[in-house]
């Protein structure tokens, strides 16, 4: 008589062969879902950069005057924006770093600027994403990064 099935070590090293599997899909995954956020972000400064530059030709060229600001918060009010970007993963992680803006002027929101920075964290990197009013966008090392308070380009 012929038993059929399985033996236990044959089991197991199908288990173990799916458990392997199973893990370098999900390392793969994060990293997609990390690349997929970061492309967000760049989408975002972009969808600031593009009001920040229809404010300024209804302001005589000038911007929001912020020198250091979260960008969903002091801008957002400034450019009159009823639905702000956010950072996509402020949604699981609130001490994740927002989006931030910087102009030449002294504060206060007043059109009185002539240039701004904004930037992005980008996440799995020691990178800021930046985006100048000189039309400049690109990434910036953690490496010595000084919050440019005053809207130069650090680009």
Request: proline letters at 5%; hydrophobic letters at 35%.
């Amino acid at each position: 008589m012929i038993k059929k099935g399985f033996t236990l070590i044959e089991l197991l090293v199908v288990i173990s062969i799916l458990g392997i599997l199973a893990a370098l899909v999900f390392v793969s995954f994060s990293s997609s879902q990390k690349q997929a956020r970061d492309t967000q972000r760049k989408s975002d400064l972009k969808q600031y950069s593009t009001s920040l530059e229809s404010f300024a030709s209804a302001s005589n060229g000038m911007y929001p005057s912020r020198p250091y600001v979260n960008a969903s918060i002091g801008l957002c009010e400034d450019l009159g924006l009823s639905a702000c970007p956010e950072d996509p993963k402020l949604a699981n992680d609130s001490t994740y770093p927002r989006y931030k803006y910087s102009s030449s002027g002294s504060g206060g929101g007043d059109a009185v600027a002539t240039k701004y920075v904004l930037w992005a964290k980008l996440e799995g990197s020691a990178n800021y994403w930046v985006v100048c009013s000189t039309g400049a966008s690109g990434t910036k090392s953690e490496t010595g990064w000084v919050n440019p308070s005053t809207g130069e380009c650090p680009l």
